[in-house]
């Protein structure tokens, strides 16, 4: 029976929804990152570079206040594409908090340089995604329209060469194979992804990621 569910889930993997939303999320991450570091390491350096003036600081608290609304986007993408339960950023402000009170517990708050982190590891891990999901899909459409392509000539992928017919449908079938071991891959990366944001946009780390994200990325032995 456990047989059976295992088989099911691999190869159902390829009809659900959140497999997609998945690759979405992981193919958003590249330019997002790009984005998020390019405007960061530009506006952090103008910020600490004029200190020795008024600006300077003004600067700095306008980019404190972009950073976390950059944070605040970035975990509802997590919570809408991959269906992850993330807590709040912060704590409802207390009745009577005076502004000076509220930045000085924005300022002391985990989350606030956690989600600054968050941001800048985006850019590394943005590539990482892009070159997973290209690689996945491009080795998997190759192999899967070998049997059309190979008539306009032979087919190289990888180290083989494909140039008849009988190697064109055991590539094809060689690809059903792939492509659902790169969706299950990407699933498991978005997992990953998943629990990052989880761990570094909420202030508590608690709360368990959805069971329809934990069964689209399981792959059993």
């Known amino acids: 029976?456990?047989?059976?569910?295992?088989?099911?889930?691999?190869f159902r993997v390829a009809f659900e929804g959140q497999t997609y939303l998945n690759i979405l999320y992981l193919l958003l991450a590249f330019p997002l990152g790009l984005a998020y570091f390019i405007f960061l390491v530009t506006g952090l350096s103008l910020g600490l570079g004029l200190t020795i003036i008024w600006i300077g600081l003004l600067i700095l608290a306008l980019m404190v206040a972009a950073w976390w609304g950059l944070a605040a986007v970035e975990r509802q993408l997590a919570i809408w594409l991959l269906h992850v339960d993330i807590p709040p950023m912060s704590h409802p402000a207390r009745p009577g908090q005076d502004v000076w009170a509220r930045l000085k517990s924005h300022l002391t708050s985990p989350v606030?340089?956690?989600?600054?982190?968050?941001?800048?590891?985006?850019?590394?891990?943005?590539?990482?995604?892009?070159?997973?999901?290209?690689?996945?899909?491009?080795?998997?459409?190759?192999?899967?329209?070998?049997p059309l392509i190979y008539p306009y000539g032979a087919l190289q992928?990888?180290?083989?060469?494909?140039?008849?017919?009988?190697?064109?449908?055991?590539?094809?079938?060689?690809?059903?194979?792939?492509?659902?071991?790169?969706?299950h891959l990407m699933n498991g990366l978005a997992f990953v992804s998943g629990r990052f944001a989880r761990l570094m946009l909420g202030i508590a780390a608690s709360t368990p990621v959805s069971p329809q994200t934990e069964q689209s990325v399981a792959v059993s032995a």
């Open 112 to 146: 606030t340089w956690k989600s600054l982190l968050y941001l800048f590891a985006k850019f590394p891990l943005g590539i990482l995604s892009f070159v997973v999901v290209v690689t996945c899909i491009s080795v998997s459409g190759a192999l899967l329209t070998a």
């Open 1 to 10: 029976m456990d047989s059976a569910d295992n088989l099911d889930r691999f």
């Open 157 to 183: 992928i990888g180290l083989w060469q494909i140039d008849t017919s009988s190697e064109a449908w055991t590539a094809a079938g060689l690809g059903v194979l792939v492509t659902l071991i790169s969706l």
